[in-house]
């Protein structure tokens, strides 16, 4: 593990906020977080067995938590551990992030009309397009995922996180990509240890 790895302890209590969310049906948030994980092996994602989506997004003062169950077929629960002033914001970012009120009923209605391609969209009834959380992790993940293989792109992606810093919440690591920082000047030399 690179020496550059840093492991964030908040020292400042922490905000909390509960929220229900009203999703636009059909929605399955395990098939829609599983799609924006794209790996079992993607760290900064998580998706407990439990089916519950945990976010650590980039926070200025303090980590910014978020922990999504889906309650109903209808609402997803929502819980922030995050600095006061900032749950507004972060419940947009997560609302745009797991595509919660995505319409999508066009494309069903035009994936209907051809054979191959129906069974498929009735399978995955629910999932929703999600979207990174920040132009910069997509197109961290734009240049990464152009390999030609899944497995090897979720691998090097493994790598760079290990980049960013780290923290625990409640036995499991939350992990970020790394700030564009790491890329650019003196401490490019990390690079070549991530592999």
């Known amino acids: 593990v690179p020496t550059s790895r840093r492991t964030v302890h908040a020292s400042a209590t922490p905000s909390w906020s509960w929220h229900t969310l009203s999703v636009r049906k059909p929605y399955r948030l395990d098939l829609t977080a599983t799609v924006l994980r794209r790996s079992p092996t993607n760290r900064v994602d998580v998706l407990t067995p439990e089916g519950e989506y945990i976010r650590w997004f980039a926070g200025t003062t303090h980590p910014e938590v978020v922990r999504v169950r889906q309650t109903s077929s209808d609402a997803l629960s929502v819980t922030m551990e995050a600095p006061p002033g900032e749950h507004r914001r972060l419940l947009e970012l997560v609302t ?83 700030d564009i920082g790491v890329f650019d000047g003196p401490q490019d030399v990390q690079l070549p240890a991530a592999g």
């Open 96 to 178: 745009r992030s797991l595509g919660v009120d995505t319409d999508i009923e066009t494309f069903r209605a035009q994936a209907q009309r051809i054979p191959w391609l129906a069974p498929l969209v009735d399978r995955m009834q629910g999932v929703k397009p999600p979207r990174y959380a920040s132009l910069w992790e997509a197109c961290l993940n734009a240049v990464v995922f152009q390999q030609v293989s899944l497995a090897a792109a979720s691998a090097i992606m493994g790598r760079l996180v290990r980049l960013g810093p780290s923290l625990t919440r409640d036995g499991i690591t939350l992990n970020r990509p790394p």
